[in-house]
């Protein structure tokens, strides 16, 4: 073993779960130690070898000592339909808890594919960073500040937005109201009391939030049509 935080400790914790995609039929992606399987349910031979997947995984954990966080270990179905399909799964003859939402790297993902928990959950997390500049920050330069809520707020705001965007209006509507308090909060005593939020973003030459993400998915789809990222486009 080496010591928790070490230089080689994730490159060699890689090469010991290297062969976890073995035997294994699905879609599997891999994240440090987060593991998802995933397929399309169509009937119940589907649903077979999914189970075998999971079998599968929590046989190689036994074969080299691994252990599975089965509190975390969760099953959801993804589906727009009124009534989805909620068939019972099992680790170690142990059935898998059902959800209805599920928070992957940062985002949260919803059975009906709708992000409204993930746009309320980083809209608050975004006006708890900008509360905090502007009582801690009211004096700093101007250039400061901005460089301020660039970092910590609109950073959050759009934290992997080429997944969950475009999202409803209302949503829309609360994520851009963080950027028109933080435009306020930019300028400072220069922001008069008449002036609107957009003509404060307008002095910041700000462009709004949802001019922002779909330039962002332009260049995520620029670069995945021309190969620049290093995914293989078939594998999807």
């Known amino acids: 073993g080496v010591p928790q935080g070490s230089v080689l400790g994730p490159l060699l914790f890689l090469l010991y779960i290297n062969d976890i995609t073995e035997n294994i039929a699905l879609h599997m992606r891999i994240f440090a130690d987060d593991c998802i ?24 954990c036994g074969k080299w000592k691994m252990n599975l966080n089965l ?8 589906s727009r339909k009124p009534t989805k399909l909620a068939p019972t799964y ?31 959950y980083i809209v608050g997390k975004a006006c708890k960073s900008l509360g905090f500049l502007r009582r801690n920050t009211r004096s700093f330069p101007q250039a400061t500040k901005e460089l301020l809520y660039k970092t910590y707020v609109r950073s959050v705001l759009e934290y992997a937005s080429t997944v969950w965007d475009p999202p409803t209006i209302s949503d829309k509507e609360k994520l851009e109201k963080v950027q028109s308090l933080a435009a306020r909060y930019v300028l400072g005593k220069s922001c008069k009391r008449n002036f609107s939020a957009t003509i404060a973003k307008k002095v910041l030459v700000w462009e709004s939030l949802e001019q922002r993400r779909t330039k962002l998915r332009l260049k995520l789809f620029y670069n995945i049509y021309y190969s620049h990222i290093g995914i293989p486009r078939e594998t999807y």
Do not use: P
């Open 37 to 60: 399987l995933y397929k399309i349910i169509t009937c119940n031979a589907d649903r077979d070898v999914l189970q075998n997947d999971l079998d599968t995984v929590h046989k190689w």
């Open 71 to 78: 509190d975390k270990t969760v099953c959801m179905a993804v």
């Open 90 to 120: 099992t680790i170690n003859n142990a059935n898998m808890k059902i959800v209805e939402e599920f928070n992957y790297l940062g985002v949260y993902f919803m059975s009906s594919l709708c992000w409204h928990r993930h746009v309320g």
